[in-house]
């Protein structure tokens, strides 16, 4: 840790400096690639400097090459105080880098050692819904939203990241040439399994918008539970099975009640959300709600949020206007894994596993 002080308000500051890669300070760690710190002394400004993933025995050059310059160039078009900054693209020979802001707090981490208030989780919400409204805006969809591919700065501004799952839906609108009277589908099952909408996992092709909607929504019933409502969206699963039946009670094999329907959920969530999460989680997503009905909501418009006012997408980050009714508080890494030695080495094996499905293809 090098202590520097800010040419701006002599504030003085820590700056984690990596000088070697096995010296270095990891900030983040994932299947696609290890994130370190980065210091311009200059500028006074701490990036983050991911270091992404190496090609995989089953990809070509060629096509490997594209995806991590698609990634960048889609990353770098985003400009929106509730998404990462993303500055530059680096290559020598196989090894790839992506510079952009540094965020110190993991969301994943601040969610599982249960420090966030009801008011300070319906924050964090507002913030997560006016990014990806944002990139719907512009015709994109993150398609891999989730607890961990969020971080937080020291103000408690949260930004989303990792955009190598983004698809372009809306092909005018990227382009800047108006809206498409329809919007393109996408394939494929990109994303980790708890977050994804059922008809990405049951139909060739969908709406990736409205597949974000619903994860967006997985994502508010974590931050109030603390846990996921089901592991996968299929029949197969019983939880969501219980979740899609007809609303009701039936009685299990073990001779116990149940309440089964979308209440057996919602009935857990705070009385003001219920009825915008029950629309972002219509299993038929022509039902769902998009964007803009979730930014139109009650719910949604009644939050207190922070942000940041006359924001730009350069350092000068405008003024910070925080929410009245609650403050956030800010847990790092290390302080939860000297805190939750236990919880932190189940989060790696996960971390592991989730690695190994996505490099081998499964996921």
Excluded at 268 to 283: A, E, F, G, Q, R
Excluded at 284 to 309: A, G, T, W
């Amino acid at each position: 840790i090098i202590r520097e002080t800010s040419k701006e308000n002599n504030e003085v500051i820590e700056v984690p400096r990596a000088y070697t890669e096995s010296t270095a300070l990891v900030i983040g760690k994932g299947a696609g690639g290890s994130v370190y710190p980065l210091y311009d002394k200059q500028n006074n400004h701490l990036y983050a400097m991911k270091k992404l993933r190496l090609q995989s025995s089953k990809e070509d050059w060629s096509t490997y090459e594209v995806k991590l310059k698609n990634e960048f160039k889609i990353a770098n078009k985003l400009h929106h105080q509730n998404l990462i900054r993303t500055y530059d693209l680096l290559q020598d020979n196989d090894l790839f880098i992506i510079i952009m802001d540094y965020a110190p707090y993991d969301f994943f981490t601040m969610v599982m050692a249960g420090i966030l208030t009801k008011y300070e989780i319906y924050c964090y919400f507002k913030q997560m819904c006016t990014g990806v409204h944002y990139m719907h805006s512009i015709g994109l969809a993150h398609r891999d939203l989730k607890l961990d591919n969020c971080v937080v700065d020291k103000n408690g501004i949260l930004k989303i990241v990792d955009f190598g799952s983004s698809v372009v839906f809306d092909e005018n609108l990227y382009l800047k040439r108006g809206k498409s009277e329809k919007n393109a589908s996408a394939t494929g099952i990109l994303g980790s399994d708890p977050y994804l909408a059922p008809e990405v996992v049951t139909v060739p092709y969908y709406d990736p918008s409205l597949a974000d909607v619903w994860s967006l929504a997985i994502i508010f019933c974590c931050m109030v539970l603390r846990r996921f409502p089901w592991r996968l969206p299929k029949n197969t699963d019983i939880s969501y099975n219980y979740f899609i039946s007809k609303p009701g009670e039936i009685i299990d094999k073990d001779g116990k009640k149940k309440i089964v329907g979308p209440d057996r959920l919602l009935r857990l969530l705070p009385t003001s959300s219920k009825h915008v999460i029950d629309h972002m989680l219509k299993v038929d997503p022509r039902e769902r709600y998009n964007m803009d009905q979730v930014l139109e909501s009650h719910f949604y418009n009644k939050i207190n949020d922070c942000h940041y006012e006359n924001y730009d997408s350069n350092r000068n980050r405008g003024t910070l206007v925080k929410g009245t009714d609650h403050v956030h508080n800010l847990v790092t890494n290390k302080q939860f894994s000297e805190e939750h030695p236990d919880e932190v080495v189940q989060e790696k094996k996960r971390e592991e596993e989730q690695a190994k499905r996505i490099l081998s293809g499964v996921m």
